[in-house]
């Protein structure tokens, strides 16, 4: 469950002075929509993007924080089912801005081949 809460397709990922705090609080970090039986084991953690916001605001309010404030309510829910994607996702493609697995190396090997052949 930790593992996703950055490790997922649209994350964001920025370096040097193209950083932004903002954005990699909201978009760095998952929005993880659980089942509310695991969101209240698990102390709200899935409003992980609230968290880096403001390390301030205790668990207990976190929900809250999610409902009470537009900007991170666009944040993109990552659900259980979708989650599952995250861990084939090794590698950062700085073209797309976007973590792929090692199967888009391979593909984009195997384009590489055939346009070198024709």
């Keep these: 469950m ?7 397709e649209d994350v964001y990922w920025e370096r ?3 950083w932004d705090y903002t954005a990699a609080a909201l978009r760095g970090s998952s ?3 659980l089942p ?5 084991f698990s102390g709200n ?3 992980h993007h609230i ?3 403001s390390s301030l605001i205790p668990n207990y309010n976190l929900e809250r924080c999610h409902r009470s404030d537009s900007l991170v309510q666009d944040v993109k829910p990552i659900t259980l089912f979708s ?3 995250s861990f084939s996702l090794r590698l950062w493609d ?3 801005k976007k973590l792929v697995g090692y199967r888009h190396l391979r593909n984009l090997r195997k384009e590489q081949k055939r346009s070198n052949h024709t």
């Design 16 to 18: 040097g002075a193209k």
């Design 94 to 96: 700085e073209e797309r």
């Design 2 to 8: 930790f593992y996703v809460q950055h490790q997922f």
């Design 51 to 53: 968290h880096h916001r």
């Design 31 to 33: 929005f993880y929509k």
């Design 83 to 85: 989650s599952l994607k």
């Design 45 to 47: 953690i899935g409003f």
């Design 36 to 40: 509310k039986i695991l969101q209240w």
